[in-house]
């Protein structure tokens, strides 16, 4: 049995846009359509592509996207994959990026917003919550949990760091403790997982024909992406020059992908140093604005960089003073394109290697403990959001009652009713709509 390529675009393409709530949400999303409902793919060989891109530089959930796409339906597959879950925020951050510039903050946004980022953080949190009871079962690796979550709380513990940690427990911990490391001790849901059918691709499916191992194939892909980044750069820089706008953006962008681990708030510092501080491309405020939008839209939350670059391209009307949305528009798609193009090489060459090391505790022990230290970050980040959100002016200020209950009502939604995320979202907004016209 196959899934038919229409049908796992028209899936892509949804996701596309109902995919909020940043990397965690969006994991969450991915697990409960893929792995829950549609059956496509194992809990395990799941958890074994989530772990491998959480090694990786860049967009994570975009790379599992790539990944499973990949997994079944070849290159073509994950290319369009990874492009539809990624192109409708591309566009909505363009349409949005004019807007901000042409007319302002107006009252009915920030009230939509005021509802949209509580509602993000409940997903967060209960993502956290979801990953954790299905993917550790062990003490031991609820401790590693626990580490991970103190390291990076209280310690500010860069996440590579955090994420090789891990990994040497791991290769520790399959050698002196392999049933505590080894995926068959973690039998998720046993008793419901007998009770479903065989996934599509299951733990003891074979690796397909194209997702062996091939040094010929690795080379010929390692040249195909050597070429569209070089001939990209070298046309922009032909036609504007190398100290221009767009040349300079697309060599950020790429610094910025491949230089930063941990996702889009990894990232983040990185590209306000740049950015704000010694580019000026953007203000301080503009940076903050953008973050807004890209947590309130879907698709990665790393396409903030998107929206920067509309800014920069808008307000520095590289095409002429009458094209300045396009001027806007097209630096945002070279932003896109340096930002994920190496995120598709990663799943594109790297892919075969780990799907031979599918079943091998030699490299299933450290991807396990891998999984229980994101569990903390992930926890991190929920909790960063919810001081943001629920104590705006910091813990000095009052804290934000209607934002708590918003917060609440949302994680009572997920997690006792079932609601889906769309649904959620539409409430919060609602809810801050009815709450901005109130006051």
């Known amino acids: ?119 993000v953080t409940a997903i967060v949190l209960c993502a956290a919550l979801k990953i954790g009871r299905r993917a550790i079962t062990h003490r031991a690796l609820w401790l590693i949990t626990a580490l991970s979550f103190i390291a990076i709380f209280i310690f500010n513990v860069p996440f590579p760091i955090i994420v090789i940690c891990a990994a040497l427990i791991g290769v520790w911990g399959g050698n002196k403790y392999p049933a505590v490391f080894s995926p068959k001790a973690h039998a998720i849901d046993t008793v419901n997982a007998q009770e479903k059918s065989s996934a599509i691709i299951d733990d003891a499916t074979p690796t397909p024909e194209h997702a062996i191992f091939s040094v010929q194939s690795t080379v010929k892909k390692g040249v195909v992406g050597a070429l569209l980044w070089t001939l990209p750069i070298t046309l922009l820089i032909l036609f504007f020059g190398w100290t221009t706008l767009y040349p300079q953006l697309a060599w950020f962008f790429t610094k910025a992908t491949l230089l930063t681990f941990g ?105 396990t403990a891998i999984t229980a230290a994101v569990v903390g970050v992930i926890v991190n980040l929920g909790l960063f959001f919810a001081y943001h959100v629920f104590f705006p002016a910091g813990f000095a200020g009052s804290a934000s009652i209607p934002s708590v209950l918003i917060c609440a009502a949302a994680a009572i939604a997920l997690i006792r009713f079932q609601l889906g995320i769309m649904t959620v979202l539409a409430g919060a907004a609602l809810t801050g709509l009815f709450l901005g016209w109130l006051w």
């Open 263 to 367: 996702g889009a708030y990894a990232v983040l510092p990185y590209v306000y140093q740049g950015a704000v501080e010694h580019y000026q491309w953007v203000t301080a405020s503009q940076m903050i604005d953008g973050l807004a939008l890209g947590e309130a839209t879907p698709g990665p939350l790393i396409m903030v960089l998107a929206f920067v670059a509309y800014i920069a391209g808008h307000v520095q009307e590289t095409l002429g003073p009458d094209l300045a949305f396009w001027s806007g528009a097209v630096a945002a798609c070279i932003a896109t394109w340096f930002t994920f193009l190496p995120s598709f090489l990663f799943i594109l060459i790297g892919g075969p290697l780990i799907e031979s090391t599918h079943g091998k505790l030699g490299f299933t022990a450290p991807l």
């Open 1 to 119: 049995m196959k899934v038919p390529l229409t049908e796992a675009l028209w899936f892509w393409a949804k996701l596309g846009f109902i995919s909020f709530g940043g990397p965690a949400g969006q994991i969450a999303v991915l697990h409960s359509e893929l792995v829950e409902k549609r059956r496509w793919i194992s809990e395990r060989r799941f958890l074994h592509a989530l772990n491998y891109c959480m090694l990786l530089p860049g967009p994570e959930a975009q790379q599992l996207v790539t990944y499973i796409g990949w997994l079944m339906h070849r290159s073509i597959g994950g290319i369009l994959a990874g492009a539809l879950f990624v192109l409708p925020s591309l566009l909505i951050l363009i349409g949005l990026g004019w807007v901000y510039l042409t007319f302002g903050q107006t009252p009915w946004i920030a009230a939509l917003f005021f509802g949209i980022k509580p509602a």
